[in-house]
Each structure stands twice: as structure tokens, then as C-alpha cells.
């Protein structure tokens, strides 16, 4: 279950070649790439800086993918965030999950994202044409969390 | 939870926008023995006025997390705790 945070880039063939390596239980590996949008609420953006809580960030993203792998029955996942300064169409995050079939993998793999928008303490900074500005969270990206929700569990 | 008489020093840490409007990334601090929850300290800093009153006042979005958990209002604060305070989250 690897999980990195990190300025560089990473290439996702081989991340994905990597988590599915050796094993042969695998027939199915969704992935979610998250890139850098050039416009965000009609300003154009020229680069992006993301930020994180160490320590928390790496512990949350390891719930979360626990969760996922109590839930759905996954072989394994990968879960990739960037940190820094970053430009239109680069590379943010990858989530990767491979199952023995693809519908648990797709379930796990945009669970993993839609919780790690909401419960994963990064926060991204704009420099745009009318200035630089913290991006703000986005109700949907909670809606889109709340899903999963099970009638039991309690809001984040 | 501690005693009635006790201050408790605790490590804040802020982020994001928080820490640019705060002006300080974190601070050792000796809170008073009435803060013993999150909603207790969000409230005792809000009282320092200017950009903590602004910022932390009722309504706002801050998210809190205590030893790198996010912590609910009634979530207890003790001595040696970690607490971050932050903006809604926008990574991904």
C-alpha cells in the first residue's frame, strides 16, 4: 500500500506496472489522475502551490485506503500527491487500486479520491491573472464524499 | 480531562490561508484550565480580536485535528497536544 508525498512528478505506467507486480490474483487496475486545470472560476492560472500537514497527511491517506480495502475486496492501491509548485496540465495525484475485477476497483479507487478531497489536509494556492488566491473547497467535492457515507457513520 | 486548576501547554500549528492571516505558522502556548475542548480554544483565540476573532468567529469553516486527527468541537485538548487549525481541505 504505498503511499508518497512529493514535489517530483511520477509516471504512472510504472506505478501501475509496480502495484500489480507479482500479483496474480489481479484482473483489474483502475487509476484516477488528478491534473492542473488553466482556468479555475475565469482567471486563467500560471502556476499552482500545494501545501500539506506532514505527519497528518500521510496518517489520514493511509485511513482512507485503509477503509477502502475493508469495504471492497482489493488486492492493493497506490495513492501519489505532489506538494509545491506546479503548472497547468501537470501531474497532481494518482490513486491506483487493483482487485480480481473491476467493479470493486472502480468503487475503491474514486472512494479513495472523493474522501481524500475532503478529509486529506492539502490546500492548493493560485497565482492567477487577478492575483494569488487559496483555493476554495468546493460543496460538491463533499457531496461527492457523502455518498459513501454509510447511514451509521458520522459527517467528517 | 485535566483538573479545574490546571493551565495545560499545548503546540498550535497553522495553516494554509490560517497561517498567512494569523501571521505565525506555530506557537507553544499555555492555555488557561477552562480550555479543555476544541470549541473551548477556537473560542479563548478568537478572544485575542484581529484576524482571530475574524477568522475563528462562529460560522466560519476552520477544521481542527489534534495529534494529526481531525477533531470534532467536543473533541478534549490536554497537555503535550498537537492542534492544528486550518481551512476546508483542497487537495486532490
Known amino acids: 500500500m504505498p503511499i508518497r508525498i512529493q514535489t517530483e512528478d511520477f509516471d504512472v505506467a510504472r ?142 | 480531562m485535566r483538573d479545574a486548576a490546571t493551565t495545560a501547554t499545548v503546540n498550535l500549528v497553522y495553516l494554509a490561508r490560517l497561517r498567512e492571516a494569523f501571521g505565525v505558522a506555530s506557537e507553544r502556548i499555555d492555555v488557561p484550565p477552562a480550555v479543555t475542548t476544541v470549541a473551548a480554544l477556537r473560542e479563548w483565540l478568537a478572544a485575542r480580536g484581529g484576524a482571530w476573532a475574524n477568522e475563528l468567529a462562529p460560522g466560519r469553516p476552520v477544521r481542527f485535528a489534534v495529534n494529526h486527527d481531525l477533531a470534532a468541537p467536543d473533541a478534549p485538548v490536554g497537555p503535550g497536544d498537537e492542534v492544528a487549525l486550518f481551512p476546508p481541505v483542497t487537495g486532490g
Not at chain 1, 475486496?73 to 496540465?89: F, N, S, T, W
Not at chain 1, 497532481?92 to 467493479?103: M, Y
Open chain 1, 15 to 156: 506505478e501501475l506496472a509496480a502495484l500489480r507486480a507479482g500479483k496474480l490474483s489481479v484482473g483489474a487496475v483502475v487509476a484516477f489522475i488528478g491534473t492542473v486545470r488553466d482556468i479555475n472560476e475565469d482567471s486563467r492560472i500560471a502556476t499552482m502551490t500545494l501545501e500539506h500537514y506532514p505527519g497528518m497527511t500521510e496518517k489520514a491517506l493511509a485511513a482512507i485506503v485503509d477503509a477502502a480495502k475493508a469495504r471492497w475486496d482489493i488486492v492493493d492501491a497506490v495513492v501519489i500527491h505532489r506538494i509545491g509548485a506546479l503548472a497547468p496540465a501537470d501531474q497532481i495525484v494518482l490513486v491506483g487500486v487493483a482487485g480480481a475485477h473491476r467493479g470493486e476497483a472502480f468503487a475503491a479507487c474514486e472512494f479513495i479520491i472523493d474522501y481524500l478531497k475532503t478529509r486529506a489536509p492539502f490546500w492548493k494556492k493560485e497565482d492567477t491573472s487577478a492575483g494569488a488566491r487559496w483555493v476554495e473547497a468546493r460543496a460538491t467535492d463533499d457531496e461527492a464524499a457523502a455518498r459513501w457515507r454509510s447511514p451509521r457513520e458520522p459527517a467528517a
